[in-house]
């Protein structure tokens, strides 16, 4: 055990005050201990140093013990602040904590703001090692798809549909055409509505779709299932460029 970790019987009771839950979000996965003033800033391993916090939160605790106590634990989001004191804005909503904490105004705007700095920071480096370690974010999942155990994983009768339509599309028939069809049929889309022609663009030109997928400009293997194969893939995107849409064109080997 490090020096500057917790004893056993600390984290029993801080577990115990924190009613085994994130003091943070109220989560009871994957808990873990945080120094609210950290060891290398004079913070002690004891109790009153110690916050229970899931492993989400505890990724993106601001290093600012001040911020921590009263803006990050008690405010999910500067959207939740400024709904809690009833204002219009986030300049508003400061101005009012600034006034409950009995602090300066710009001196609280500016610490606040250097921690959503570091928190979307934070974000970024995340989704951007999970793209690297298993090819997808987790967000904006594409149709066809359902996110498990940090893999995309296919849905079979959706997959159908995403292989018509690249099917059709071969075949000769405009995105258009296909809008049609799909609605025609009641097939619904990702959200439960309508299809559109954007939809069906960006069906086409996913790489995702034959194993693939895209991050910050750059195309590498994917972990996941492909629906489709290469060569389809590829001869839609050619068709694509030679009906003058907007290329966005990916050809693998």
């Given at each position: 055990?490090?020096?500057?970790?917790?004893t056993?019987?600390?984290?029993?009771?801080?577990l115990?005050?924190?009613?085994y839950?994130?003091?943070?979000?109220?989560?009871?996965?994957?808990?873990?201990?945080?120094?609210?003033v950290?060891t290398?800033h004079?913070?002690?391993?004891?109790?009153?140093?110690?916050?229970?916090?899931c492993h989400?939160?505890?990724?993106?605790?601001?290093?600012?013990?001040?911020?921590?106590?009263?803006?990050?634990?008690?405010f999910?989001?500067?959207?939740?602040?400024?709904?809690?004191?009833?204002?219009?804005n986030?300049?508003?909503?400061?101005?009012?904590?600034?006034?409950?904490?009995?602090?300066?105004?710009?001196?609280?705007?500016?610490r606040?703001?250097?921690?959503?700095?570091?928190?979307?920071?934070?974000?970024?480096?995340?989704?951007?090692?999970?793209?690297?370690?298993?090819?997808?974010?987790?967000?904006?999942?594409?149709?066809?798809?359902?996110?498990?155990?940090?893999?995309?994983?296919?849905?079979?009768?959706?997959?159908?549909?995403?292989?018509d339509?690249?099917?059709?599309?071969?075949?000769?028939?405009?995105m258009?055409?296909?809008?049609?069809?799909?609605?025609?049929?009641?097939?619904?889309?990702?959200?439960g509505?309508?299809?559109?022609?954007?939809?069906?663009?960006?069906?086409?030109k996913?790489?995702?779709?034959?194993?693939?997928?895209?991050?910050?400009?750059k195309?590498?293997?994917?972990?996941h299932?492909?629906?489709?194969?290469?060569?389809?893939?590829?001869?839609?995107?050619?068709?694509?460029?030679?009906k003058?849409?907007?290329?966005?064109?990916?050809?693998?080997?």
């Amino acid at each position: 055990m490090r020096t500057d970790d917790f004893t056993q019987s600390i984290k029993k009771s801080a577990l115990e005050q924190a009613n085994y839950r994130c003091e943070r979000c109220w989560s009871i996965r994957d808990l873990e201990f945080h120094h609210i003033v950290p060891t290398s800033h004079g913070g002690n391993s004891t109790i009153e140093n110690c916050l229970v916090l899931c492993h989400k939160c505890h990724t993106i605790v601001p290093k600012d013990p001040f911020i921590l106590k009263n803006y990050f634990l008690r405010f999910s989001s500067v959207k939740e602040m400024i709904q809690y004191y009833n204002v219009d804005n986030e300049d508003e909503a400061i101005k009012f904590l600034s006034q409950e904490l009995g602090i300066n105004y710009s001196e609280l705007k500016i610490r606040i703001k250097e921690y959503l700095k570091s928190h979307l920071d934070t974000i970024k480096f995340g989704i951007k090692k999970r793209v690297e370690i298993i090819g997808h974010s987790g967000f904006n999942i594409p149709f066809g798809f359902y996110y498990c155990d940090g893999i995309l994983k296919i849905i079979p009768k959706d997959a159908d549909v995403v292989k018509d339509i690249y099917k059709w599309y071969i075949e000769g028939k405009s995105m258009g055409k296909i809008v049609k069809m799909l609605n025609s049929r009641k097939i619904q889309s990702k959200r439960g509505g309508l299809w559109a022609k954007k939809t069906i663009s960006t069906i086409l030109k996913n790489p995702v779709y034959c194993g693939y997928h895209r991050f910050e400009g750059k195309t590498k293997k994917g972990k996941h299932s492909k629906i489709i194969d290469k060569i389809t893939f590829n001869k839609v995107q050619k068709l694509i460029v030679k009906k003058g849409c907007k290329p966005n064109f990916y050809k693998f080997g």
